[in-house]
């Protein structure tokens, strides 16, 4: 499967974004995906996976209540709905899948897209 994140930019203190994962491939919804992100000088961390119906979704602690992801397979599509952004949310947002299932770490996930960068500003 190919990723393809798309939708950051450039926000201030307390804005939205939405952030879309579209990927390539029939068999979409046979994969756990999950967003990360990177901020600088830092390592790719956990932000928030979705599993393959939807329904099973984990959020990392500091964006509980914040962010939302879901997903849409009729349009092989994973979001992340971004509110109340905070200047720590600076980062390069990717998204992964994994085959059926997978844990937070970055090594459980074979399927990357390129990366999309949301920077907020205070």
């Known amino acids: 499967v190919q990723l393809q994140a798309s939708g950051g930019g450039s926000v201030q203190d307390g804005d939205s974004l939405r952030l879309s994962c579209e990927a390539s491939?029939?068999?979409?919804?046979?994969?756990?995906v999950a967003w990360f992100r990177q901020a600088p000088g830092k390592e790719r961390e956990f932000v928030a996976g979705?599993?393959?119906?939807?329904?099973?979704?984990t959020y990392e602690d500091f964006v509980k209540g914040r962010f939302t992801v879901s997903r849409d397979n009729a349009k092989n599509t994973v979001y992340l709905q971004m509110n109340n952004l905070k200047p720590e949310d600076t980062a390069v947002y990717y998204c992964?899948?994994?085959?059926?299932?997978?844990?937070?770490?970055?090594?459980?996930?074979?399927?990357w897209g390129q990366g999309t960068l949301v920077t907020v500003s205070s």
């Open positions: 992964a899948a994994a085959f059926l299932r997978a844990n937070r770490a970055p090594g459980d996930f074979g399927y």
């Open positions: 979705v599993g393959r119906s939807g329904g099973d979704t």
């Open positions: 491939g029939r068999t979409f919804s046979l994969y756990y």
